[in-house]
């Protein structure tokens, strides 16, 4: 952890940060130059929320108000499976999409948050994106798309929260489960049905019993949206050891900053991905245990058999992601030779 905080703070440190501090104390307070509108993924109130809402008072902060960053939470205008498109078109200036909600139209998307069977190790994940070439390759697949990539920011491992406990992987048979991208390919290998809904809709869907279970980004989502008031069980392996999401802001808005602000914005966003790994780290803990004061169990440690199911349900991903488009097989194929 040492290791990769200090990585981000030598990025931070060199170059942008300094011309982005140094361009806002050169500015009097003013009227905002530009207007941005930035879409999370989170309701009011949660912790992840609030990151993000640092990251818009950040950029405010640095440009001395030169930009001015209206936040936009989970229902409010946008929805979680709309960010994406919504920053695409220029409705809104910048967006932290949920890969696994946008599949079908940007695939590398799937590699990039973390297919089943990658590293957990965060040194190793910003090895990848940022010396092994992942965030070249990322750049030009959301160029194509009319969008400006900034810094990846790492969440915890993904957890699965069901109805009824799970005792063996074979209790995942004809369960209906919330788990967009390859999260729902791998449990479909396990005789699961995916079902693709974005995180507002979970708790209803859970209570209703539309779904039987359900992922979350993180364990803290889990506990942020109050789901194990009508799911219980937590299954102990996680479907994937981290998660890395983006930011990113619509090339027409980014194309129009001058470079000092174009700095700031970088900064900024560098400044947020060194807070969601450290804040996620810390809460991680205590969403688990607020969790099981309100009931919640974790599975019965799984069996040897169980483990070599899991393991299997995600062999074939990699290959399955690599075939979805170029961008895709360029990061698969430095995921596999890193993996060698």
Do not use: C
């Not at 491992?157 to 009824?164: F, M, Q, S, W």
Request: aromatic residues 8%.
């Amino acid at each position: 952890m040492k290791k990769i905080l200090g990585n981000m703070s030598r990025r931070l440190t060199a170059g942008a940060l300094t011309l982005a501090l140094s361009a806002g104390a050169s500015m009097s307070a003013a009227a905002a130059e530009f207007n941005w509108r930035f879409a999370n993924l989170y309701s009011r109130g949660t912790a992840f929320g609030e990151v993000y809402q640092d990251l818009a008072d950040n950029i405010e902060t640095m440009s001395n108000g030169r930009i001015s960053v209206q936040m936009m939470y989970a229902g409010e205008g946008v929805s979680t499976n709309g960010i994406f498109g919504a920053v695409k078109s220029g409705l809104i200036t910048m967006g932290a999409p949920f890969q696994p909600m946008h599949a079908g139209e940007m695939p590398a998307g799937i590699v990039e948050v973390g297919l089943p069977g990658g590293t957990d190790k965060p040194a190793e994940l910003m090895d990848l994106f940022y010396e092994k070439g992942w965030g070249d390759i990322l750049k030009d697949a959301y160029a194509e798309h009319g969008l400006v990539w900034l810094d990846p920011y790492i969440q915890p491992p993904v957890y699965i929260l069901t109805k009824e406990p799970i005792n063996s992987v074979e209790d995942f048979e004809g369960l209906k489960i919330r788990a967009p991208g390859a999260y729902g390919k791998f449990l479909r290998n396990l005789g699961a049905s995916p079902v693709n809904l974005t995180w507002g809709e979970i708790y209803t869907s859970l209570s209703t019993g539309v779904i039987d279970g359900s992922i979350g980004s993180n364990l803290i989502d889990h506990r942020d949206g109050n789901h194990v008031e009508v799911a219980k069980y937590m299954y102990r392996l996680p479907l994937a050891g981290a998660q890395v999401l983006p930011v990113i802001v619509n090339q027409k808005a980014w194309n129009q900053l001058p470079d000092d602000l174009k700095a700031v914005v970088s900064a900024a966003t560098a400044v947020h991905a060194k807070e969601q790994l450290t804040k996620s780290r810390e809460w991680e803990a205590k969403a688990v245990a607020d969790m099981q004061a309100k009931g919640m169990q974790w599975s019965p440690e799984p069996s040897d058999a169980d483990k070599a199911a899991w393991k299997a349900a995600g062999a074939n991903l990699w290959e399955d992601y690599a075939k979805e488009g170029p961008y895709s097989k360029k990061l698969v194929e430095v995921l596999k030779a890193e993996s060698m």
